[in-house]
C-alpha cells in the first residue's frame, strides 16, 4: 500500500498500539482512537511468551520490557491436591536460543506504557470511542460516541473482545461466558510466609487452576490468579470487587504451598473468563480486525495477547507488502486463521504445558519473518 494510506486503528489496546508502531516505521499515516480518557494502573499482569517479544522487539521494546518486567527461572506446573509437580519449562540462555527470544511476565501497565513510547506523540487520541462508520466512495468515514468524525482509507477493528467495529460489520452478538470467573489479587510477597516462592507457577486441578507469578524482575509484587467454576453470571463482563472468603472457597484442601499464598491476598478483583466461539470473517471492504476483535480466548493459554500482538506483525507486514487492502487482508487472514484456531483449541482445553507439550510452533515462530500464506 502506498505510505500516504491513511490507517486508522480502533483500540489502543495491545494489539492496536503494536500494530500502529510497526505501521509507522513502514512509513503509514497512522492514528490510533481509544474510547477511553487515559491508561489506569490496572492491578493485572500479563505472560509474554518469545513469539510475542519477537514482534515488539522490531520495535525496539525488547531491552524495556526485559528491563521492566522479569524473565522468570521456569514456568512450573503443579498439582493443586498433591503439589507434585506436573511439568516444568526452564526458562534460561538455552530456552532463549531454542525459542529465539525470552519469556517475560509484566504489569500490563508498564507494557502499555513501552508500547506508547514507541509511538509518535500524538497518535492516540483519547476519548474516541467508534460508534458508527460510513463508507464513502474511496474512502471510509469513522463516527465517534461524541459526535466527533475522522476520515481514513482502511480502518483496523483493534477495539477488544467488544469490538464495535466487529458489530458494525457483522452484527450484534455478546461474548460467550465460559461458566468459570477469574479472581484475581496482587501484592507484596512479604505477605507469604516461609520459604521464597518460585517466580511463575500454575497450579491445576480438573476443574480449576491459580497461576502465581512475580511481574518485575525486583519481585515485589506478586500476581494471583485463580480460574472456578461458575453456574451463571449477572452483568457485564468488567470485573468486579470480590472478597478474600470466595477467593479462599474451593481451595480448602489445596496443598500448603499453594495456600499460604492464597492466604496472602487482601483486595480481590472478580471477572467472569468469556470467549467466543471461532469465527473466520475477519475483514470486509475496508474494515479489518486482530486481536480479542476476532479471536477472543479464554486466558489459560495465556496467548491471547500475544495473538494480538502476532497479528500486528503480520497484518503490518501485509499492508506494506501488497499494493491494495482486499489482498492485504485475505493474505493477512489465511495466514493467521489457521494458528489462532489451534490457539483456540488449546486454550478451550486448557491444557497447555500440564504435561510434556509441543512448544515450538508456538514460542518458536516469528511472524515477522514467516512465508506469508
Ligand atoms: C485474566 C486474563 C489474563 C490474561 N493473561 C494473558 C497472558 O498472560 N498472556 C497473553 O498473551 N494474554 C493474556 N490474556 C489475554 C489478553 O489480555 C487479551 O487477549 C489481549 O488484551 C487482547 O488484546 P487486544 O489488543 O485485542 O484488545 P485489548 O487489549 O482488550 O484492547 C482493546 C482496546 O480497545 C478499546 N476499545 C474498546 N471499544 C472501543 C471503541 N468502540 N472505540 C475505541 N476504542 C475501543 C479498549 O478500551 C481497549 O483499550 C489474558 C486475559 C485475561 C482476561
Known amino acids: 500500500?502506498?505510505?500516504?494510506?491513511?490507517?486508522?486503528?480502533?483500540?489502543?489496546?495491545?494489539?492496536?498500539?503494536?500494530?500502529?508502531?510497526?505501521?509507522?516505521?513502514?512509513?503509514?499515516?497512522?492514528?490510533?482512537?481509544?474510547?477511553?480518557?487515559?491508561?489506569?494502573?490496572?492491578?493485572?499482569?500479563?505472560?509474554?511468551?518469545?513469539?510475542?517479544?519477537?514482534?515488539?522487539?522490531?520495535?525496539?521494546?525488547?531491552?524495556?520490557?526485559?528491563?521492566?518486567?522479569?524473565?522468570?527461572?521456569?514456568?512450573?506446573?503443579r498439582d493443586i491436591a498433591t503439589g507434585e509437580t506436573l511439568y516444568e519449562l526452564t526458562l534460561d540462555a538455552a530456552s532463549e536460543r531454542r525459542f529465539g527470544g525470552?519469556?517475560?511476565?509484566i504489569h500490563r501497565a508498564d507494557l502499555h506504557a513501552l508500547l506508547q513510547s514507541a509511538l509518535r506523540p500524538g497518535t492516540i487520541r483519547f476519548g474516541e470511542g467508534l460508534a458508527g462508520l460510513e463508507e464513502r466512495d474511496d474512502h471510509l468515514r469513522l463516527i465517534f460516541a461524541d459526535g466527533g468524525t475522522a476520515e481514513a482509507d482502511i480502518v483496523v477493528g483493534a477495539d477488544g473482545i467488544h469490538s464495535r467495529l466487529r458489530a458494525l460489520l457483522q452484527g450484534e452478538a455478546p461474548p460467550r461466558f465460559t461458566g468459570r470467573l477469574a479472581m484475581r489479587a496482587v501484592f507484596p510477597p512479604g505477605r507469604i510466609p516461609g520459604p521464597p516462592i518460585r517466580d511463575c507457577t500454575k497450579w491445576w486441578a480438573d476443574d480449576r487452576h491459580v497461576l502465581v507469578y512475580f511481574m518485575t524482575g525486583r519481585r515485589d509484587e506478586v500476581y494471583v490468579m485463580t480460574a472456578v467454576p461458575a453456574d451463571s453470571w449477572e452483568g457485564d463482563d468488567t470485573?468486579?470487587?470480590?472478597?478474600?472468603?470466595?477467593?479462599?472457597?474451593?481451595?480448602?484442601d489445596a496443598h500448603p504451598d499453594l495456600r499460604r499464598v492464597l492466604e496472602a491476598a487482601e483486595t480481590v478483583m472478580v471477572w467472569p473468563i468469556c470467549d467466543r466461539p471461532r469465527d473466520d470473517r475477519w475483514h470486509a471492504g475496508r474494515a479489518v480486525l486482530l486481536g480479542d476483535a476476532c479471536h477472543?480466548?479464554?486466558?489459560?493459554?495465556?496467548?491471547?495477547?500475544?495473538?494480538?500482538?502476532?497479528?500486528?506483525?503480520?497484518?503490518?507486514?501485509?499492508?506494506?507488502?501488497?499494493?491494495?487492502?482486499?489482498t492485504a487482508f485475505a493474505r493477512y487472514a489465511a495466514t493467521r486463521i489457521p494458528r489462532v484456531a489451534e490457539v483456540q483449541r488449546i486454550s478451550i482445553e486448557n491444557s497447555w504445558m500440564r504435561g510434556p507439550t509441543e512448544l515450538d510452533w508456538f514460542f518458536g515462530h516469528d511472524v515477522c519473518t514467516a512465508p506469508l500464506a
Open 1 to 77: 500500500m502506498r505510505a500516504a494510506t491513511r490507517i486508522a486503528v480502533v483500540g489502543a489496546g495491545l494489539g492496536g498500539l503494536t500494530l500502529a508502531g510497526l505501521l509507522q516505521r513502514r512509513g503509514f499515516d497512522v492514528s490510533v482512537h481509544e474510547q477511553a480518557t487515559g491508561f489506569a494502573r490496572i492491578g493485572a499482569g500479563i505472560i509474554l511468551s518469545a513469539n510475542a517479544v519477537k514482534v515488539l522487539r522490531r520495535l525496539g521494546l525488547e531491552p524495556g520490557i526485559v528491563a521492566t518486567g522479569i524473565r522468570p527461572d521456569s514456568f512450573l506446573s
Open 296 to 326: 477472543a480466548v479464554r486466558p489459560y493459554m495465556a496467548a491471547g495477547g500475544a495473538s494480538a500482538i502476532e497479528d500486528a506483525g503480520v497484518l503490518a507486514r501485509c499492508l506494506a507488502e501488497f499494493d491494495d487492502h482486499g
Open 102 to 105: 525470552p519469556f517475560v511476565n
Open 239 to 252: 470485573s468486579v470487587p470480590g472478597t478474600r472468603a470466595g477467593f479462599l472457597a474451593g481451595f480448602e
